[in-house]
């Protein structure tokens, strides 16, 4: 995988409060490719890649993402590459888990990206995982407003 930075990897967790996730994603990779980072958009299905791709088509309008799919031409030329497995074809060393769910090898990158959204459960239990295989944690909250602020970590 492509790590490009020296130490552990970090599991970074958004709680996300009122806000759609899309929204916060979106949000997101804009400020990752903006500091020349590359990313892979981890997806569920082939089905949440094509929703993924048209969302970043058109959202927000005044702000057109790069991004390819995996299965399309030159994924090493994208900034954003959607994929059904963490993939680092375009030399990314950030995966954003944009459905809920593992990221298998996330040592392979210099940072994981997951979401808290609704029940916390779920979201403990992968927090747990990535803790038990060295990464070091992150955890941020979302305030009423927008805001983020860093929550603590392991």
Do not use: I
């Not at 958009?41 to 890649?49: D, E, I, K, W």
């Amino acid at each position: 995988m492509a790590r490009a930075r020296e130490g552990s990897p970090v599991a970074r967790f958004y709680q996300v409060a009122g806000a759609s996730v899309d929204g916060v994603l979106t949000g997101l990779l804009h400020k990752l490719v903006e500091q020349g980072l590359k990313v892979c958009l981890l997806v569920g299905s082939p089905a949440r890649s094509r929703h993924w791709d048209d969302l970043l088509w058109r959202h927000p309008l005044e702000r057109f993402l790069p991004h390819g799919v995996w299965d399309g031409p030159d994924p090493q030329l994208q900034p954003v590459l959607l994929a059904l497995t963490p993939d680092d074809r375009n030399g990314a060393t950030v995966v954003v888990a944009a459905d809920a769910g593992l990221v298998e090898g996330a040592g392979g990158f210099d940072v994981v990206v997951d979401f808290v959204v609704g029940d916390p459960a779920p979201a403990r239990e992968r927090y747990r995982w990535y803790q038990a295989r060295g990464l070091a944690m992150e955890y941020w909250v979302q305030s009423p407003e927008g805001r983020w602020s860093r929550a603590g970590g392991g």
